[in-house]
Nanobody, 120 residues
Framework: QVQLVESGGGLVQAGGSLRLSCTVSGRTFSTNAMGWFRQAPGKEREFVAA????GHTDSVKGRFTISRDNAKNTVYLQMNSLKHEDTAVYFC?????????????????WGQGTQVTVSP
């Protein structure tokens, strides 16, 4: 059974940094696209960043950087210069395909999410 487990969330002051991790168990995901989404209270889930099997990245936040360590079956989201509006639950996702393609379609596996709270 495939499981995606996020970690690294927490409470941070505005201007601070956090690094989220997402570790996949159950199978190797080195040839799969991975991504991060977030959902703030009362808002829809939104795309944050994604990375293909080869390391090509897409990100809508210049302050956020996605990376992966295939040897550890882990994808990271480095978040810098955090703002209060970055407060949300952050979810990791994986596709069955090696490339990202659509930012919102084709995500086959999801983690449970990790809370990030940025104090003003």
């Amino acid at each position: 059974q495939v499981q995606l487990v996020e970690s690294g969330g927490g409470l941070v002051q505005a201007g601070g940094s956090l690094r989220l991790s997402c570790t996949v168990s159950g199978r190797t995901f080195s040839t799969n696209a991975m991504g991060w989404f977030r959902q703030a209270p009362g808002k829809e889930r939104e795309f944050v960043a994604a990375i293909s099997w080869s390391g090509h990245t897409d990100s809508v936040k210049g302050r956020f950087t996605i990376s992966r360590d295939n040897a550890k079956n882990t994808v990271y989201l480095q978040m810098n210069s955090l703002k209060h509006e970055d407060t949300a639950v952050y979810f990791c996702a994986a596709k069955s395909s090696p490339t990202v393609g659509s930012w919102y379609l084709g995500w086959d596996y999801w983690g449970q999410g990790t809370q990030v709270t940025v104090s003003p």
